[in-house]
């Protein structure tokens, strides 16, 4: 089978699944799979013979305050699918991609083709971006207009449920988020630990695109709590708009020389292999791909509440999670965690958990979509 995959090629985790995605499914030697995206997507690092990039070639004009990449990703879709006849259409994240690739589909079905298209919604397509007025209408019909649409869980799919206008006939199938169990597993990195804490000190860990809704913040005055009661250390991972304000906040109380912000590291799994807890707080967050990857690494997670977060952290079991902004149960929650008696059932548990979101246990449920909108 060959599919088109188009994504967002960047370090987000809408980009991450369609590309490991895309990966898994050509290691198969049963799909040939053709990336559609504006740039390199960056887990796409190695050569495979079933796996190709074709970029969308944005030109801009003076005339053109907003370059229309809507279109010119529709135009490439159209080119692709025709020059390498492709079966199918995957899009990940709807915003632009399930409606440039329904104009797609009709630029194709005019010319005879008739190209299924699959949507995966991820996240702030629907619960921030999608939902706002402006693009309400566009992301209901291009839900609508789907062969086939997937949510990474039950919240989303509820979510999409209440917020937009979706036909009866659409049927939104959860596939959730999945993992690659041998790149994310705990390594022996003593020598790095050692490196960042020189005193056996435990190591708390955040990754995120340090966007308002992640409320990275909230690690930060989780941190001061615990500090107070256990020595440890924080890594800040990953880049955003808010990180020069949570830089300067470290400095005003005074815990810079216990913090480092590392950026965008595209070795994930070594930093989790040497952290002791995993924190995210966010507002939303539809899955917490980041959390999975931490609980696969045997890092245990405290998070909030929200979105599909108890669809994967297990209460008193894999982590724990507290209302969102209820900074003092994240810290008093970290502390039980910590203690030296509990943090290796805690870290068995988040590995056991990350092993029910295998790659071998969802591709399959993906490659049935495709299965079931091939024979619509
Ligand atoms: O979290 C982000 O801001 C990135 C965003 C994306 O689309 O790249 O992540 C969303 O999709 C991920 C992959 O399905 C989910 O694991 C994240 O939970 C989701 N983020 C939010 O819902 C905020």
Do not use: W
């Amino acid at each position: 089978m060959k599919i088109g995959i188009v994504c967002y090629p960047t370090y987000g985790g809408s980009g991450v699944v369609a590309t490991e995605l895309g990966k898994a499914l050509a290691a198969t030697d049963r799909y040939e799979v053709h990336f559609i995206t504006y740039d390199q997507p960056t887990r796409l690092d190695f050569f495979n013979k079933n796996l190709f990039y074709h970029k969308v070639d944005i030109r801009t004009y003076p005339l053109f305050k907003y370059p229309p990449y809507e279109l010119a990703l529709a135009s490439s879709m159209v080119q692709v699918v025709k020059n390498e006849q492709l079966d199918l259409l995957h899009v990940h994240y709807a915003i632009p991609h399930a409606s440039a690739a329904f104009m797609a589909k009709q630029i194709l079905k005019a010319q005879g083709i008739d190209i299924p298209v699959v949507t995966t919604l991820h996240g702030t397509d629907i619960t921030l971006v999608g939902k706002d007025e402006t693009f309400e209408p566009v992301v209901s019909f291009s839900i609508n207009q789907s062969d086939g649409v997937t949510a990474v869980s039950e919240s989303l799919k509820q979510q999409t449920l209440e917020y937009f206008d979706i036909q009866s006939s659409t049927d939104i199938k959860v596939v959730p988020n999945f993992i690659d169990l041998d790149r994310f597993k705990r390594q022996k990195k003593d020598h790095f630990k050692k490196a960042i804490c020189p005193n056996g000190e435990k190591l708390l860990i955040h990754i995120s695109n340090m966007r308002k809704v992640k409320r990275a913040s909230d690690v930060i005055k989780v941190f001061a709590k615990v500090r107070k009661e256990i020595p440890c250390k924080l890594l800040m991972v990953g880049d955003g708009p808010e990180r020069t304000h949570l830089e300067e906040t470290c400095y005003d109380i005074g815990a810079c020389h216990d913090v480092r912000f590392l950026g965008k590291l595209d070795t994930i799994e070594e930093v989790l292999s040497v952290a002791d807890l995993f924190i995210m707080p966010s507002a939303k967050e539809s899955f917490g791909l980041a959390a999975l990857e931490a609980m696969a690494c045997e890092v245990p997670v405290i998070s909030s509440n929200v979105g599909g977060l108890p669809e994967l952290n297990i209460q008193g079991v894999t982590g724990f999670m507290s209302d969102v902004g209820d900074v003092d149960d994240m810290a008093r929650n970290t502390i039980h965690i910590l203690q030296d008696e509990h943090l290796p059932t805690f870290k068995a548990n988040a590995r056991k958990r990350a092993e029910d979101f295998s790659l071998e246990n969802i591709r399959p449920l993906y490659e049935e979509v495709y299965e079931q909108v091939l024979k619509k």
